[in-house]
């Protein structure tokens, strides 16, 4: 959703109005819903009289110019959760599991789900995503599939009559977590869990929201540049049966919108939630090769060798399963399929950053030396957002 931050203020005060009574939060709805959808950095102001028409009250709500952080309110999911919890939840999140967000107020649940998932990115979740579920529809927590659901804690009381099963239970108000499968907190490699908890340590400062939800992002960011970053390296082109490396910003646009993988299934289906996934048509598999086929040749991505490129035992633990997930398929799918002028997002960009200091500051490009300097680049981050504050 664009502009969330903007629509998260209008719930507030209409949270606020309902609280006075429904009648004030009906004529302030239907105030806003007169209004136009304000361009980025501007505001509207709304206007309503008061239940006996003798007061006046006057509401501004401002569209944040910054689309890249409007629409996420990263510092809401950290104090409501706390460091560890925080990534013990991310870290479920990154095995598909099943995950249930509860809280009181409506704006913290819908604030805290959307956050959850933004911290994905680049990668994007593919199974069922309620942020706020009806009370009619309780009986979806009891899916077999994975989700991010989020429910109101006055529906809580119903959970005990269903068969839960193996459901991550988030309480937001009490920074609580309960039905854990106990692996949450090793899921991360430890030294890359270590330079995360460190970073987001600093987003605790008291400093402004925006430099704050800046450096929660990227610290994530930073953690999947470290993790999957040489995901270039193992996009190979092989042309009349001759392979050749396929260098970073070479890659060949998708000629015919087909996707050929070839191994052992393990299961089908990919969520339809992207158009440009959906498309594809693609199978989980084990030991896989995804490749496209192109104008002068065949694109593949060599999913083996991107694993055990890495030196670090824990982290190819870590690749193993992740490769396994249907956000990483899609991520890669996407990427084998965008011409080389489609790669330019904000993952792009921070992966050159990355290559650039590894060069400039004469450290090897594996994974195992850039995580021995991870921390220190961390709080490099922070200190450069602290400064632009």
Request: include cysteine; charge should be positive.
């Amino acid at each position: 959703m664009s502009a969330f931050v903007f629509y998260a203020n209008v719930l507030k005060e209409i949270q606020n109005r309902h609280a006075l009574s429904e009648a004030a939060a009906s004529t302030f709805i239907g105030a806003a819903y007169r209004k136009p959808y304000p361009p980025p950095g501007d505001s509207i102001t709304i206007c309503c009289c008061g239940e006996q028409r003798d007061m006046l009250h006057v509401s501004t709500f401002t569209r944040l110019v910054d689309s890249r952080l409007e629409h996420v309110d990263y510092a809401c999911l950290l104090h409501a959760l706390g460091i560890s919890q925080l990534v013990k939840v991310f870290s479920a999140v990154l095995m598909e599991r099943r995950v249930l967000f509860v809280a009181s107020r409506l704006s913290t649940l819908s604030s805290c789900v959307h956050a959850i998932t933004a911290l994905l990115y680049p990668f994007i979740w593919q199974h069922t995503f309620v942020p706020v579920l009806p009370s009619k529809l309780l009986d979806f927590v009891c899916s077999p599939t994975p989700f991010i659901i989020g429910m109101l804690s006055e529906n809580c009381a119903q959970l005990s009559n269903m068969p839960l099963s193996e459901v991550l239970l988030v309480n937001l108000d009490r920074a609580e977590l309960s039905w854990q499968q106990g692996d949450e907190g090793t899921l991360i490699p430890r030294k890359l869990h270590k330079a995360l908890m460190n970073a987001l340590g600093m987003c605790l400062d008291d400093i402004g929201n925006n430099t704050k939800n800046l450096m929660i992002s990227e610290a994530f960011i930073r953690l999947f540049v470290e993790t999957v970053g040489h995901y270039k390296q193992h996009l190979v082109t092989q042309q009349n049966g001759v392979r050749l490396l396929q260098m970073p910003g070479t890659r060949l646009k998708n000629a015919t919108g087909n996707v050929t993988i070839t191994g052992k299934r393990l299961d089908a289906g990919m969520s339809d939630t992207r158009n440009s996934a959906a498309s594809l048509n693609c199978k989980r598999l084990i030991g896989c090769r995804m490749s496209v086929v192109g104008p002068i040749g065949i694109v593949e991505f060599q999913k083996d060798s991107f694993v055990n490129a890495v030196q670090s035992k824990s982290t190819r633990v870590f690749l193993q399963w992740f490769c396994e997930t249907q956000m990483f398929e899609v991520f890669v799918a996407d990427r084998l399929q965008e011409a080389p002028a489609e790669s330019c997002g904000l993952f792009e960009t921070r992966l050159s950053e990355h290559e650039l200091e590894c060069y400039t500051t004469k450290h090897s490009t594996t994974l195992r030396s850039n995580v021995k300097v991870f921390g220190k680049k961390m709080k490099g981050i922070g200190e450069r957002f602290l400064r632009a504050a």
